[in-house]
């Protein structure tokens, strides 16, 4: 759940056996997955509550030490498989389906060593959680599968529905925040992405990467970027420019399946003295009447 530089008290039961099975929270606050992550963290408190409260119904009612056995590992197995599905939430492409499986992995070996059954045959347990560890990398799989198709399909669909003669020109990015931006085709508004959907999200960090961090910076430029900015985190120099450029470049044609070049570099002349990238888009930058949506 969160961590101590996070908050340690935004999130209740923190400290609780089935939270802690997720591990520290892996976001900044200023992350879209942050919310989720804490999310995750209440309804981790709420099941760790209610099964302290049926142990202590099944306790007195089980007949049986072998019942009130079974009847504690379907308490940790259910727990355990709210809690992952919940999860499911932070994978959204293939490259996130190893730190879940992880997780999942993790998670089971704590469940196992806080349920008090670790002094009892745990084979019944080991199993049952072995079996929903593969159960739900699957669905991890599936659900990076259908996000890939997801975005094929949109990129297949893109040409079709605005016409095979689609131009850059034809494109407006409107920045409604440093983390959102909002797509115009033509005459068609699209409701704001954020850019993990676009396409520009580190793949360790889950942070905007620096690509995006670029088109930011274009965008404040109106379209223009003739020299490296100052207190600039995403290039030491002309040369880091140049390959952010080419990422945002090379993020923003698969996006579009646009082949035109969206960003060529303009060469000094007589009529340019300064030279450098142009977009051939229109991009604005975020307003402060701005907000998330």
Known sequence: MPNDSNSSSSSPGRDTIVVSMLGPCPFPKDHPQYANWLRLGRLGAELQARMNARRLERAA???????????????????????????????????????????????????????????????TLRVRLVQRVEHWTAEALKRARQAEEETQETSDNLGSKQGTDLAWQDVRLRFTSEFQVQVTIRDRVEPPKGYEEMGFADRRTKKPNFAWQALLELARQDGKLE????????????????????EARKTLRERFQIGADPLPLVKKDETNAAGGYEAVFRIEPPSPLDVDL
């Open 227 to 246: 020299s490296r900015p100052r207190s600039c985190g995403w290039a030491k120099d002309w040369a880091g420019v140049e390959k952010r450029m080419e």
């Open 61 to 123: 009612s089980a007949s049986s030490s072998e019942e009130m056995l079974r009847l504690l590992i379907e308490d940790a197995v259910e727990c355990f498989d709210l809690l992952v599905e919940a999860a499911l939430v932070s994978v959204e492409n293939y490259e996130d389906v190893e730190p879940y499986k992880q997780m999942l992995v993790e998670g089971s070996k704590r469940v196992i060593a806080s349920s008090r059954l670790e002094r009892t045959p745990t084979s």
